[in-house]
Each structure stands twice: as structure tokens, then as C-alpha cells.
């Protein structure tokens, strides 16, 4: 089944940036846009982002997101040890009328 | 406040069954679609199945079809997930999930689903 393809891993230092990324197809991420979900470990998933950039209540100004044709990026400002988790991004797939997940990122705080 | 609480997960051999279910709370069930999705030990998230606010729409990963079947008792607001053939590759925490398809806003905590024999 289609899939979304993330980075493995991407590591950055405290009070820095990280852009994480997310890329599908035109059945998916281009057309049904991308949720970001953060996972601490031990913890169930907890929702960032849906649609692209609608951030829930509760959630931190420091993400944000965005997407530009078949990829979707989640952006992190000022990076704080607690931000150290897995990411992942999801949506639907219109074709395959499946939902998908990326693998998921590995954000490490330095 | 919206509590998903996931039950009947536990250590069963390949090729028999299970059922988990999802008790809903804090909202109204019969308004939402529901999810299942999984993670294997050590792995990253796969969606299972979903199934509309009514029932009536339901869809599967190729990786379940044939094997599990998703289903909702609204008056009961609980969510079912009726697992047959199991394999060990079915091996993960199960977890319960509301919101629209790819954006699940709420999750329950999880249950383990262990096939061994």
C-alpha cells in the first residue's frame, strides 16, 4: 500500500530550528493534505496538526506547518528537550481509500 | 473529555482469534468516525481499519482484509475489532482513534495484542 516517506532521523541543538518533511503522492498528501502527530516513548500519539497547518488547542506556537504540492513539512522553533520524540505524518489515500502513515522521524535536541 | 479506552488485547496463539474493543466517553460516539491503528514493538504506526459515525462505510489495510473486521455498537459507544487468523506479524499495541481519515485527534492508551505460540 502507498506509504509517506520521512527522514529516519534528523537532529538539531537546543533554541535551534528543525524542518521535519513528509512527501506522498497527488492521491494523498496533494489532495487530502497531512496531519503531524508527536510520540513520546511509552505514550500514545498526540495530534499537532490536521489538514495541513490547523493546529489543535493546547498546542505550542514554536510548530507549525505547512505543504507545498505532494510534501508536507513540519516546522519546530526554538527546540526544547521535550520536543525530543518520533513524528509522524498521516492522511488519506483518495485512490486506495486506505490511511497512511509515514515512518515517522526521530527528532533528537542536542 | 473525550476518554477512548482499549481493551481485550492479550497473548494468544497464530491462527486463533481475538476481539478488542474501544469504550467511548466524553463525547457523542454515534457522531464521529473511529479508527484502529497499530504499532508494533519498536515500529512505527499502521493504520488498520476505520469505520464511519453510522457503520455503514468501512475500510482496511490489505495487511488485515480478509482477517479483521471493524464494527461499532453506538448505543453501547464502543468500537469492536474482531481479529481471526491471527499471525505474528499482528504483534503490536492496538489503539483506538477518533477523528476525520489521517487526522486522529484523540487516542486511546492502547492494548497488546501478542500472537505466539
Known amino acids: 500500500q502507498a506509504g509517506l516517506t520521512q527522514p529516519p532521523s534528523v537532529s538539531k541543538g537546543l533554541r535551534q530550528t528543525a524542518t521535519l518533511t513528509c512527501t506522498g503522492n497527488?492521491?494523498?498528501?496533494?489532495?487530502?493534505?497531512a496531519a503531524w502527530l508527536q510520540q513520546h516513548q511509552g505514550h500514545p500519539p498526540k495530534l499537532l496538526f490536521y489538514?495541513?497547518?490547523n493546529r489543535p488547542s493546547g498546542i505550542s506556537e514554536r510548530f507549525s506547518a505547512s505543504r507545498s504540492g505532494n510534501t508536507a513539512s513540519l516546522t519546530i522553533t526554538g527546540l526544547q528537550p521535550e520536543d525530543e520524540a518520533d513524528y509522524y505524518c498521516?492522511?488519506?489515500?483518495?485512490?486506495?481509500?486506505?490511511?497512511?502513515f509515514g515512518g515517522g522521524t526521530k527528532l533528537t535536541v542536542l | 473529555q473525550v476518554q477512548l479506552v482499549e481493551s481485550g488485547g492479550g497473548v494468544v496463539q497464530p491462527g486463533r482469534s481475538l476481539r478488542l474493543s474501544c469504550a467511548a466517553s466524553?463525547?457523542?460516539?454515534?457522531?464521529?468516525?473511529m479508527h484502529w491503528v497499530r504499532q508494533a514493538p519498536g515500529k512505527g504506526l499502521e493504520w488498520v481499519a476505520v469505520?464511519?459515525?453510522?457503520?455503514?462505510?468501512?475500510y482496511y489495510a490489505d495487511s488485515v482484509k480478509g482477517r479483521f473486521t471493524i464494527s461499532r455498537d453506538n448505543s453501547k459507544n464502543t468500537m469492536y475489532l474482531q481479529m481471526n487468523s491471527l499471525r505474528a506479524e499482528d504483534t503490536a499495541v492496538y489503539y483506538c482513534?477518533?477523528?476525520?481519515?489521517?487526522?486522529?485527534?484523540?487516542w486511546g492508551q492502547g492494548t497488546l495484542v501478542t500472537v505466539s505460540s
Open positions: 498521516s492522511t488519506w489515500d483518495s485512490s486506495l481509500s486506505v490511511g497512511v
Open positions: 466524553g463525547f457523542t460516539f454515534s457522531s464521529y468516525t
Open positions: 497527488s492521491n494523498n498528501v496533494g489532495n487530502q493534505g
Open positions: 489538514r495541513n497547518n
Open positions: 469505520i464511519s459515525y453510522d457503520g455503514s462505510n468501512k
Open positions: 482513534a477518533r477523528g476525520p481519515p489521517g487526522g486522529y485527534e484523540h
